[in-house]
């Protein structure tokens, strides 16, 4: 592995130069007309976009950086299985919010993760529609658009805004959870809202916006930048059962302090999402 593969100061300049152009692509094409075709199901969305994001950020990282290794949404939809090792690994969300990118609803993402060690070491994810930047690097903090951002600390329940998504699965059982889940949780807190992007809804905790993010059901690279994000933030992230966030086990929870994560925990019916990452 050369030196330059390991110059994380490079790394992160590159990604944000690449983030950048992938991003007006994105903002130039969120009105019009997009060529969409079906993943697993007629929820589960692939438009040419997410394909030529992927692309060029695959194909200009693997330029400058030869041995680092890929996780990406577009590579795993073609049958190509996740594995997570030691070795510099770009995990990456080319559109995160893909359903709502083809309605032209404006909440849609670039999500970028480099994790080494199985540990994040950088991210980004950046809305281009309203120019909504958030970055993070191990050890020095979380940013919106340059400017440092906290978790807003919330520790009671009652007082927090929850962010979560249904997801593409239309399983009888993640239904009847989801449901079920709600149910239980519109009553404890004070809000609830689903903004149709993973990655998004992780940075509004660590904006101080929100409260609490969870969700069962989003992939490694929906959260693989989020996950720095938030913590970087003041945050804390974890599995929603309260062990540790384990990216590959597609289950996720984001929260401003561990003491609102903690109370919310205890209302949750469990559901674990088949298959894994891994």
């Known amino acids: ?61 693997h330029e400058k950086f030869p041995s680092h290794k890929f996780i990406g949404e577009e590579a795993f939809g073609e049958g190509h299985r996740s ?12 559109v995160d919010g893909t359903m709502n990118f083809v309605h032209g609803f404006p909440q849609s993402c670039v999500s970028v993760g480099l994790w080494v060690n199985k540990s994040p070491e950088m991210a980004i994810v950046f809305n281009p529609v309203f120019n909504q930047k958030f970055t993070a690097r191990r050890g020095q903090g979380a940013f919106f658009n340059g400017q440092r951002i906290h978790v807003s600390g919330e520790k009671c329940l009652k007082k927090a805004l929850i962010t979560t998504e ?22 404890a807190v004070h809000g609830i809202r689903v903004t149709g992007s993973a990655a998004l809804n992780m940075c509004m905790v660590a904006q101080g916006v929100a409260d609490l993010n969870f969700e069962f059901g989003p992939h490694a690279w929906d959260m693989a930048a989020g996950d720095l994000i938030v913590r970087e933030a003041g945050g804390v992230t974890m599995d929603p059962s309260g062990g540790p966030l384990d990216i590959m086990s597609r289950r996720v929870l984001a929260a401003s302090s561990r003491e609102v994560a903690e109370d919310f925990i205890k209302l949750l019916t469990q559901f674990y999402p088949q298959p894994r990452d891994d």
């Open 166 to 187: 249904f997801g593409t699965s239309r399983e009888p059982e993640k239904v009847r959870v989801t449901l079920e889940n709600l149910a239980k949780i519109v009553p």
């Open 1 to 61: 592995m050369g030196t330059l593969d390991r110059d994380w100061d490079l790394c992160f300049d590159t990604i944000n130069k690449l983030v950048d152009e992938a991003g007006k692509i994105i903002a130039s094409r969120n009105s019009g007309p997009k060529t969409v075709s079906e993943k697993s199901d007629d929820i589960d969305l692939l438009t040419e976009t997410d394909q030529q994001v992927e692309k060029l950020l695959v194909d200009n990282l």
């Open 83 to 94: 594995q997570l090792t030691d070795d510099p690994t770009w995990i990456i969300d080319p």
